[in-house]
């Protein structure tokens, strides 16, 4: 158990439609990460947040969007779905700004199916 | 542009042998490499990590190698168990990159088949 917990587990929506994906991430984390691996993909970075701020920011579509809050947990928004969208969601954290001796710690994803 | 690559799919190995796994890579600011282990259903967990003020680092039964002028490492297990098959990935990461922080370029995945 790598103690970041994401929910839910599976989402199946319509295209046009927007979900929320949620994650809390370690006890005494500050940095989540969100990652996307869609089919025979690697994960490919979307997002950071370190202690409420965004800071650093990959190839995330402008129909997504993140936030940290003030206890920590994130979530990421992902609105006017298409087919393409389906993928795994992964959240990770860290302890620190960077990633340099201080691994991320993934949760089991959220698989989101969209019809 | 894949800037991390895992060229072998797949791997099979006899249970006690060697397991190698490869990773190129094409950014010559990446100085931070991760290998993670992903069994399904689950999240990636990280393994082992390796700066590129280094050459080697091991941990157990795992080894990591990075050759800086081929812009290639590779992973060792030895002796391999069944309970190592998983897919694995290889991460990089430019830590001197300023706006990266803690951004890491993962590989697409290889899979290994321990069998006993």
């Known amino acids: 158990d790598s103690g970041v917990t994401q929910t839910p587990k599976h989402l199946i929506t319509a295209t046009g439609q927007r979900v929320t994906l949620r994650c809390s991430p370690r006890?005494?984390?500050?940095?989540v990460y969100w990652y996307q691996q869609s089919l025979d993909q690697g994960l490919q970075f979307l997002i950071q947040?370190?202690?409420?701020?965004?800071?650093a920011k990959g190839n995330i579509l402008e129909r997504f969007s993140a936030q940290q809050f003030p206890d920590l947990h994130s979530e990421l928004n992902l609105s006017s779905l298409e087919l393409g969208d389906s993928a795994l969601y992964f959240c990770?954290?860290?302890?620190?700004?960077?990633?340099?001796?201080?691994?991320?710690?993934f949760g089991n994803g959220t698989r989101l199916t969209v019809t | 542009d894949q800037q991390v690559k895992q060229n072998s799919p797949s791997l099979s190995v006899q249970e006690g042998r060697i397991s190698i796994l490869n990773c190129d890579y094409t950014n010559s600011m990446f100085d931070y490499f991760l290998w993670y282990k992903k069994y399904p259903a689950e999240g990636p967990t990280f393994l082992i990590s390796i700066s590129s003020i280094k050459d080697k680092n091991e941990d157990g039964r795992f080894t990591v190698f990075l050759n800086k002028s081929a812009k290639h490492l590779s992973l060792h297990i030895v002796p391999s168990q069944p309970g190592d098959s998983a897919v694995y990935f290889c991460a990089a990461s430019a830590m001197g990159g300023g706006t990266s922080y803690g951004k890491l370029t993962f590989g697409q995945g290889t899979i290994l088949t321990v069998h006993p």
């Open positions: 990770a954290s860290s302890v620190g700004l960077s990633s340099y001796n201080s691994p991320l710690h």
């Open positions: 947040y370190y202690n409420g701020e965004e800071r």
């Open positions: 006890s005494g984390d500050l940095s």
